[in-house]
Nanobody
């Protein structure tokens, strides 16, 4: 059974940092595309970041570009979202996601992914 389990969320002051982890089990995602999404209260779920294995690069939503960094550790079957310069508007439940394979583009839709974590709360106080 494939599982993605996020950790690392919490409460932080504006300007602070958090690192989210997403530990995968049940299969290897070393050559898969990986993604991060978030959903704030009363808002639709939105794309945050994705890592393309085929292109060996990451792509970010404009709202987080320059502040967040997505990465992976294939040996640990774990991927990360380093969040710096956090703002109150980053407050949301953050989710990791994984595709079965790597594609030819950056995947920014929730439905592009095959597996999803349960989410971890990130709260940024002003």
């Amino acid at each position: 059974q494939v599982q993605l389990v996020e950790s690392g969320g919490g409460l932080v002051q504006a300007g602070g940092s958090l690192r989210l982890s997403c530990a995968a089990s049940g299969r290897s995602f070393s050559t898969s595309d990986l993604g991060w999404f978030r959903q704030a209260p009363g808002k639709e779920r939105e794309f945050v970041a994705t890592i393309s294995w085929r292109q060996n690069t990451a792509y970010y939503a404009g709202s987080v570009k320059g502040r967040f960094t997505a990465s992976r550790d294939s040996a640990k079957n774990t991927f990360y979202l380093q969040m710096n310069g956090l703002k109150p508007e980053d407050t949301a439940v953050h989710y990791c996601a994984a595709r079965d394979y790597s594609g030819s583009t950056y995947y920014t839709q929730w439905s592009d992914y095959n597996y999803w974590g349960q989410g971890t709360q990130v709260t940024v106080s002003s």
